[in-house]
C-alpha cells in the first residue's frame, strides 16, 4: 500500500477540514494535529496532503499567522514535550523518542538554541544549582522572586505562599532551592517600588531560558517606554515578523520574570486588556500605575 492510499484509508477526522475554511481556522486545525502528533511525518508535503491544501500555500499562510513555519513550531511542540519528559522522570532516550524526534542526533544538534544546554543537562535542571527566593506583600497580593547567581530567573505572583514555593520546585526540580528573603532584598525592594510607581526603569540582571524567538519578543518589550503599550502586531512587525502575533502573544505568556520584563504593556490593536498570566484586572492595575506615574514628557 503506498503512502497516498494509508492517507485515503486515515480517519476523517485525522484529516480535518474545519467547517470554517478560513486561513485561522485552518492553521488552528493544522497546529492541534501537530500538537496530536507529533511521531508523525510532519513534513510540509505530508501535512498538505492531510490537509487538501498546497504546500506553497500552507508554507506561506501559516508562517503569516504564527511567524514560523511548521516544521519550526512541530520541532518547538517536540521540544516542549521532552522538556516535560525530562523533568517528569523519563530517562534521555525515552523523552526524545517521546517527544517524537526519530534520532537523539537531532536533539543534540537544537539543544543549546531551544534546551539553553545539553538534554542530560536539562534533565538535571538545577543539580548543582542554587536557587534562593523572597516571598512578599506587593500592591497585588503576594510576590514571590527567585534568582540563581546570575539573576533573577522567576517570579510570580498573586497565589499563596505554599502554592508560589511548589510551583518554583515544579520548574525546578533537581535545584537546591532556599528561601533567603535578606539575600534578594536589595532586587525585591526595587520590584516593590516600581510596582508602587517610585522606580519606572528596572535593570536587574536575569538568568532565564527562551527560545530564539522568545527571546527576540522579550528584548522588544523592555523597550517599551514606561507607561506606554504596544499592540501585539506593533511587537510582531517589529521584530520582524508582521504576521505572528498570536505566537507574540504566547511569547508573551511564557515570560518567566513578568514585571521585569513588562509583558503588561501589550495590548490588543483596538486598547483592549486580555491575556496575562495573573489575570487582566492586574494588568489593567499595572498599566493605571504606570499611566499615574510616567515622566512628564519633553514635548514644547
Known amino acids: 500500500m503506498t503512502q497516498a492510499d494509508k492517507s485515503r484509508n486515515t480517519p476523517v477526522d485525522a484529516r480535518a477540514t474545519p467547517d470554517d475554511d478560513s486561513p485561522d481556522a485552518r492553521v488552528r486545525a493544522i497546529?492541534?494535529?501537530?500538537?496530536?502528533?507529533?511521531?508523525?511525518?510532519?513534513?510540509?508535503?505530508?501535512?498538505a496532503q492531510r490537509f487538501y491544501l498546497s504546500p506553497y500555500y500552507l508554507q506561506r499562510t501559516f508562517k503569516r499567522l504564527m511567524g514560523i513555519s511548521p516544521r519550526q513550531y512541530a520541532e518547538a511542540r517536540r521540544m516542549a514535550r521532552l522538556k516535560d519528559g525530562l523533568?517528569?522522570?523519563?530517562?534521555?532516550?525515552q523523552a526524545i523518542y517521546a517527544a517524537g524526534f526519530n534520532a537523539s542526533s537531532?536533539?543534540?544538534?537544537?539543544?543549546?538554541?531551544?534546551?539553553?544546554?545539553?538534554p542530560t543537562a536539562y534533565q538535571q535542571e538545577g543539580?548543582?544549582?542554587?536557587?534562593?527566593?523572597?516571598?512578599?506583600?506587593?500592591?497585588?497580593?503576594?510576590?514571590?522572586?527567585?534568582?540563581?547567581?546570575?539573576?533573577?530567573?522567576r517570579l510570580d505572583m498573586r497565589r499563596s505562599d505554599e502554592t508560589l514555593s511548589q510551583r518554583l520546585h515544579v520548574e525546578f526540580t533537581q535545584?537546591?532551592?532556599?528561601r533567603d528573603d535578606e539575600a534578594l532584598h536589595e532586587m525585591v525592594q526595587q520590584i516593590l517600588?516600581?510596582?508602587?510607581?517610585?522606580?519606572?526603569?528596572?535593570?536587574l540582571p536575569l538568568d532565564i531560558r527562551v527560545t530564539a524567538f522568545q527571546q527576540r519578543v522579550l528584548d522588544e518589550l523592555r523597550r517599551i517606554p514606561y507607561g506606554e503599550t504596544r499592540s501585539y502586531k506593533q511587537i510582531a512587525e517589529a521584530i520582524g515578523s508582521p504576521r505572528a502575533a498570536r505566537a507574540v502573544g504566547n511569547a508573551c505568556n511564557?515570560?518567566?520574570?513578568?514585571?521585569v520584563i513588562p509583558c503588561h504593556r501589550v495590548v490588543h490593536s483596538d486598547g483592549s486588556i486580555t491575556g496575562y498570566a495573573f489575570g487582566p484586572e492586574v494588568k489593567k492595575q499595572l498599566?493605571?500605575?504606570?499611566e499615574a506615574h510616567k515622566p512628564p514628557s519633553e514635548e514644547g
Open 87 to 93: 523533568r517528569t522522570g523519563q530517562s534521555v532516550t
Open 106 to 118: 537531532r536533539v543534540y544538534e537544537r539543544a543549546d538554541t531551544h534546551l539553553g544546554m545539553t
Open 254 to 259: 511564557r515570560n518567566p520574570v513578568p514585571i
Open 193 to 203: 517600588a516600581h510596582l508602587e510607581g517610585w522606580q519606572p526603569h528596572l535593570n
Open 127 to 153: 543539580a548543582a544549582m542554587t536557587i534562593v527566593y523572597s516571598v512578599v506583600d506587593c500592591p497585588l497580593g503576594r510576590l514571590l522572586v527567585a534568582a540563581t547567581e546570575r539573576g533573577i530567573c
Open 31 to 47: 497546529c492541534a494535529y501537530i500538537d496530536a502528533n507529533l511521531d508523525a511525518d510532519l513534513s510540509l508535503e505530508a501535512l
Open 175 to 178: 535545584a537546591h532551592i532556599v
Open 287 to 290: 498599566l493605571d500605575t504606570e
